[in-house]
């Protein structure tokens, strides 16, 4: 599998090549040359398999360039009853006939990123002592992201963490999630502003060429494509748990910010799963919901987006949504490039009038919907009214879109994405009462914390690296 750059303009790469990378060389994305197909017999092979056999059997297409037993020991190392609470890994819960939730989220931080950054975690550290190397990812999180990317690589031996993030500005349980790791190769950054400022000093940091290529600085952010594919796996599970043949079709129903999630599902979907809809849901940030209705890309400015009550969909621009606009135009690299220059100059582009909208409408199966807070706060307490289950706000955008748009006919799969006990504050105001801790997690706050408060300076976070970088 060859990996081609969604502008076109760089030399094709392997899967192990481009998992360290950020952007390609001319500013696009990593995709793969052609998507790989699932002939019958072999969707069939892999209906009954355990999760880690399933994801090795997804991987494989994609990282192929990857040892096959490495790839294996890895990926039942990854996918373990012990990280994710279930032999299961991501277990079908049936609300209805038709209607379920798959719950992604059982992992080290309660929040279905877990289940890509704990493989990613255990790429890295395959492929740097593979070639004697070291890394030092930087990093700035909202909150999820970045708890989920410590979880993932403390204690990893070649890998250090330095992981901005907004003073005072996340909730207890996250900020205790990240401060409270005692790891040596953990550092939190707490930075006096907001995530934007950040952003802003990882942007600044890699925009010094010379202090990335002195101390080996990555990423582990939402653009990684070993992140994407790890994704596919669950689309999989969710299929062959909520069907019992491989004529079926489901629906997905997909809580989306950065349109990493949804994508994966549009990936397996490419491969061949059978596939009814892709049901992408936005809360008030809604620029993915405008484009699927109208063909109409109008990202935001970081200044225009609102602070929800579903805060890890709370995004400006979705940064994997450009592969799949590539898709979109055929694969031709220039008219992405082209697009994207609208992007910059325009504030965005229209396809309504392209032949790729058509194709979108017609082929792609997505449908989209915006949820609001009052629909956030309805969706918890319906559910637990009426199901006795307790959902997090990210989690009910995602329920509320796809009860909208369900098709009797077909299950819906709704896409579990954090645990409620991530965003007590809303289910109390839903429902009147905390939400509860799973087992591990109680008084976490109270455990001591380790961190450095920093101005936004990008200078003085180089110096901070610089001391404390594995070179
Ligand atoms: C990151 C996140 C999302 C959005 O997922 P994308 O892949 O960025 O679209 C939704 N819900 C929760 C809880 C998240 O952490």
Same mark, same amino acid.
């Given at each position: 599998?060859?990996?081609? $750059?969604?502008?076109?303009?760089?030399?094709?790469?392997?899967?192990?090549?481009?998992?360290?990378?950020?952007?390609?060389?001319?500013?696009? /994305?990593?995709?793969?040359?052609?998507?790989?197909?699932?002939?019958?017999?072999?969707?069939?092979?892999?209906? =009954?398999?355990?999760?880690?056999?399933?994801?090795?059997?997804?991987?494989?297409?994609?990282?192929?360039?990857?040892?096959?037993?490495?790839?294996?020991?890895?990926?039942?190392?990854?996918? &373990?009853?012990? #990280?994710?609470?279930?032999?299961?890994?991501?277990?079908?819960?049936?609300?209805?006939?038709?209607?379920?939730?798959?719950? /992604?989220?059982?992992?080290?931080? /309660?929040?279905?990123?877990?289940?890509?950054?704990?493989?990613? +975690?255990?790429?890295?550290?395959?492929?740097?002592?593979?070639?004697?190397?070291?890394?030092?990812?930087? +990093?700035?999180?909202?909150?999820?992201?970045?708890? #989920?990317?410590?979880?993932?690589?403390?204690?990893?031996?070649?890998?250090?963490?330095?992981? /901005? $993030?907004?003073?005072?500005?996340? $909730?207890?349980?996250?900020?205790?999630?990240?401060?409270?790791?005692? =790891?040596?190769?953990?550092?939190?950054?707490?930075?006096?502003?907001?995530?934007?400022?950040?952003?802003?000093?990882?942007?600044?940091?890699?925009?010094?060429?010379?202090?990335?290529?002195?101390?080996?600085?990555?990423?582990? @952010?939402?653009? @990684?494509?070993?992140?994407?594919?790890?994704?596919?796996?669950?689309?999989?599970? +969710?299929?062959?748990?909520?069907?019992?043949? @491989?004529?079926?079709?489901?629906?997905?129903?997909?809580?989306?910010?950065?349109?990493?999630?949804?994508?994966?599902?549009?990936?397996?979907?490419?491969?061949?799963?059978?596939?009814?809809?892709?049901?992408?849901? &936005?809360?008030?940030?809604?620029?993915?919901?405008?484009?699927?209705?109208?063909?109409?890309?109008?990202?935001?400015?970081?200044?225009?987006?609102?602070?929800?009550?579903?805060?890890?969909?709370?995004?400006?621009?979705?940064? *994997?949504?450009?592969?799949?606009?590539?898709?979109?135009? =055929?694969?031709?690299?220039?008219?992405?490039?082209?697009?994207?220059?609208?992007?910059?100059?325009? +504030?965005?582009?229209?396809?309504?009038? =392209?032949?790729?909208?058509?194709?979108?409408?017609?082929?792609?199966?997505? #449908?989209?919907?915006?949820?609001?807070?009052?629909?956030?706060?309805?969706?918890?307490?319906?559910? *637990?009214?009426?199901?006795?289950?307790?959902?997090?706000?990210? &989690?009910?955008?995602?329920?509320?879109?796809?009860?909208?748009?369900?098709?009797?006919?077909?299950?819906?799969?709704?896409?579990?994405?954090?645990?409620?006990?991530?965003?007590?504050? &809303?289910?109390?105001?839903?429902?009147?009462?905390?939400?509860?801790?799973?087992?591990?997690?109680?008084?976490?706050?109270?455990?001591?914390?380790?961190?450095?408060?920093?101005?936004?300076?990008?200078?003085?976070?180089?110096?901070?690296?610089?001391?404390? #970088?594995?070179?």
């Amino acid at each position: 599998m060859k990996y081609v $750059s969604t502008r076109g303009h760089a030399a094709s790469q392997g899967f192990t090549d481009i998992l360290l990378e950020g952007l390609a060389p001319d500013g696009g /994305l990593m995709v793969p040359e052609q998507w790989p197909r699932l002939t019958r017999p072999k969707l069939d092979a892999m209906r =009954d398999l355990p999760y880690p056999r399933l994801a090795f059997e997804v991987l494989r297409f994609f990282a192929d360039d990857f040892p096959g037993g490495e790839l294996k020991s890895l990926v039942d190392r990854t996918y &373990t009853a012990q #990280a994710f609470g279930t032999p299961e890994i991501t277990p079908l819960h049936t609300l209805e006939p038709n209607l379920h939730l798959l719950r /992604l989220s059982n992992g080290p931080t /309660l929040a279905f990123k877990d289940v890509a950054m704990q493989l990613l +975690g255990n790429l890295f550290e395959a492929v740097l002592e593979r070639q004697g190397r070291r890394l030092n990812v930087l +990093g700035a999180t909202s909150g999820d992201t970045g708890g #989920a990317a410590e979880h993932a690589l403390r204690g990893k031996a070649r890998v250090n963490v330095f992981m /901005l $993030s907004p003073n005072g500005r996340m $909730s207890p349980f996250q900020r205790a999630q990240m401060y409270s790791l005692q =790891d040596a190769n953990v550092f939190n950054v707490a930075i006096e502003g907001a995530f934007d400022d950040c952003q802003d000093v990882v942007k600044a940091v890699n925009l010094d060429a010379g202090f990335k290529m002195r101390h080996a600085v990555g990423a582990v @952010n939402s653009i @990684n494509w070993a992140r994407v594919v790890a994704q596919v796996v669950y689309y999989f599970k +969710g299929y062959f748990a909520a069907t019992r043949s @491989n004529d079926e079709q489901v629906s997905f129903a997909v809580p989306s910010g950065n349109f990493g999630n949804v994508f994966a599902g549009y990936v397996a979907k490419r491969m061949g799963l059978p596939v009814r809809r892709l049901v992408l849901a &936005t809360n008030e940030n809604d620029v993915l919901d405008e484009f699927f209705r109208t063909g109409r890309y109008r990202p935001r400015k970081t200044s225009e987006v609102h602070a929800t009550s579903s805060p890890s969909m709370d995004i400006s621009k979705a940064s *994997n949504f450009e592969r799949f606009i590539w898709d979109a135009v =055929d694969q031709d690299g220039d008219k992405v490039a082209w697009l994207w220059r609208q992007v910059d100059e325009e +504030g965005g582009f229209d396809l309504s009038t =392209d032949r790729a909208w058509e194709k979108i409408e017609e082929d792609s199966g997505f #449908a989209s919907g915006r949820s609001t807070h009052a629909d956030r706060i309805a969706t918890i307490r319906l559910v *637990n009214e009426k199901y006795g289950v307790l959902i997090d706000p990210h &989690t009910a955008d995602g329920v509320k879109i796809g009860l909208r748009l369900r098709e009797g006919r077909y299950p819906t799969i709704c896409l579990e994405t954090a645990l409620p006990a991530k965003f007590d504050e &809303t289910i109390v105001e839903a429902l009147g009462r905390h939400a509860p801790r799973p087992p591990g997690f109680e008084g976490i706050e109270d455990r001591p914390q380790r961190f450095d408060v920093m101005r936004p300076d990008p200078e003085a976070v180089k110096r901070y690296i610089e001391e404390r #970088a594995r070179d």
